[in-house]
């Protein structure tokens, strides 16, 4: 395949619709870096490594270095917001960077402005905003994005463009007719079928034009019938639902390592507190159903109670997300997990997690980002499994099962990337090399 993939030539354009915490944190964050003032730490693309060849060759270059990502200075940012602020205005009422790291990338922040959103308040109740688009139908919102996205490309010099969704949790939605065939859809879009979401319309219009399009959040969004079809159909990459920042992605460190050592769960109790404006629409219960959908699954795929019912049948799982305005950013949460062990005996292990959301989503975004762009120039489409690494909720070929386990997740991250360039593929064991030891021990 490495001699398949197009050459990262040119600008890349990187759009979001959401200019709030996460988008300002990364855009101020990628200019910082650019500047030397900080590094791009909880990068896999920039800070990671990934072995190549035999354990005896100490092949162990960046990610960056190995593979041919866009070069950060090559990246142009842009987005929708519902608020008109632009990113340096939006980024200080975040309060997630200090002032003055932002004074001094100011410059690089006012130029960047949100373009009118796509937005339906009926999606997302404890939200309001002005700067939103106008239009008598759906099919209209989508050429209106469509428009966005050819003008911003064109008025940037970009040669390509990416988009990652950072906007706020929808109310929860269930796959319905209009969602089946792009026919059916694209009728919904004239008549304004009240099933389809604002992420929905930003999703049609890339896949449409043949943009990557990832979901951060965990609406359905691109997770239906019509919309996977339609990225086959444009060669599309595709990919989401919901970033894996803190206690989910605790979650997937701790739960396969009692997963392996066979030790049992009787209950798995979560609770998070957390003040900004991701927290203030999850304090609506049908977008709070909505992220609560997506963070219960991980446990149940990675345990397989099915399989293991001695040890996980009769496991309770329970999630809580509190606002609490104080907390702004600073997202905090509590686990308590009920396990036992030999012949039964009970233990206890508590988590108190104190971490920043838009700290840990940002490079999230930026990976994303260029991982999307690199399997579009690789010829690539639909849903990119590969890239479960970075999702609470991964995005799946139809009659595959979820992998949760984020070292998994990793291997076949990995080993995606080798086999682009035509690297050998590595399994966790190395049993190649280990039967080659073995047998020269013999």
């Given at each position: 395949m490495q001699n398949s993939i197009g050459k990262a030539e040119g600008k890349l354009g990187i759009l979001t619709p959401g200019l709030g915490a996460v988008a300002t944190t990364l855009i101020a964050g990628v200019a910082a870096v650019k500047k030397s003032l900080a590094q791009p730490v909880g990068s896999l693309t920039q800070m990671g490594n990934i072995r190549l060849g035999k354990r005896t060759d100490d092949r162990y270059p960046k990610i960056k270095d190995f593979v041919p990502l866009a070069d950060l200075h090559d990246i142009v940012?842009?987005?929708w917001d519902v608020f008109n602020d632009n990113?340096?205005?939006?980024?200080?009422?975040?309060?997630?960077?200090?002032?003055?790291l932002l004074h001094a990338v100011r410059d690089e922040l006012e130029a960047i402005t949100p373009m009118k959103a796509v937005f339906d308040r009926s999606y997302i109740q404890n939200l309001d905003g002005e700067h939103v688009k106008q239009a008598d139908t759906k099919a209209e919102l989508a050429k209106a994005v469509m428009d966005?996205?050819?003008?911003?490309?064109?008025?940037?010099?970009?040669?390509?463009?990416?988009?990652?969704?950072?906007?706020?949790?929808?109310?929860?939605l269930e796959p319905s007719a209009v969602h089946e065939t792009i026919e059916s859809f694209e009728e919904g879009l004239r008549n304004n079928d009240p099933a389809i979401a604002p992420s929905m319309i930003y999703a049609y219009a890339a896949i449409k034009l043949g943009v990557p399009f990832m979901n951060g959040a965990p609406n359905l969004t691109c997770d239906i019938p019509a919309l996977i079809e339609l990225a086959r159909q444009t060669g599309t990459p595709i990919g989401g639902k919901d970033f894996k920042t803190g206690q989910t992605l605790m979650k997937t460190i701790l739960a396969p390592g009692l997963q392996i050592r066979s030790l049992g769960i009787k209950g798995w109790f979560s609770s998070n507190i957390l003040g900004n404006r991701d927290g203030y629409v999850l304090d609506h219960p049908d977008n709070f159903k909505t992220k609560e959908v997506s963070k219960l699954s991980v446990l149940e795929d990675i345990l397989q109670p099915d399989v293991n019912p001695e040890l996980y049948g009769d496991m309770y799982h329970k999630v809580r997300i509190n606002y609490y305005p104080p907390a702004g950013d600073n997202k905090e949460s509590w686990d308590n997990i009920d396990i036992f062990g030999w012949l039964g005996y009970s233990m206890q292990i508590k988590v108190n997690f104190l971490c920043r959301d838009s700290i840990l989503a940002a490079p999230l975004v930026l990976d994303l980002a260029l991982f999307s762009d690199l399997a579009k120039?690789?010829?690539?489409?639909?849903?990119?499994?590969?890239?479960?690494?970075?999702?609470?909720?991964?995005?799946?070929?139809?009659?595959?099962?979820?992998?949760?386990?984020?070292?998994?997740?990793?291997?076949?991250?990995?080993?995606?990337?080798?086999?682009?360039?035509?690297?050998?593929?590595?399994?966790?064991l190395d049993l190649d090399d280990y039967d080659q030891d073995l047998v020269a021990a013999l």
């Open positions: 940012f842009g987005g990113v340096f205005e939006a980024a200080l009422k975040a309060r997630v960077l200090e002032p003055m966005d996205i050819e003008n911003f490309k064109e008025a940037n010099d970009c040669s390509r463009v990416v988009i990652v969704w950072c906007g706020s949790t929808e109310r929860y120039r690789a010829g690539m489409t639909g849903v990119q499994e590969w890239l479960s690494f970075y999702f609470k909720s991964p995005q799946i070929a139809a009659d595959s099962r979820i992998e949760h386990d984020i070292f998994k997740q990793l291997i076949t991250l990995h080993n995606t990337l080798r086999r682009m360039m035509g690297e050998d593929l590595i399994t966790p």
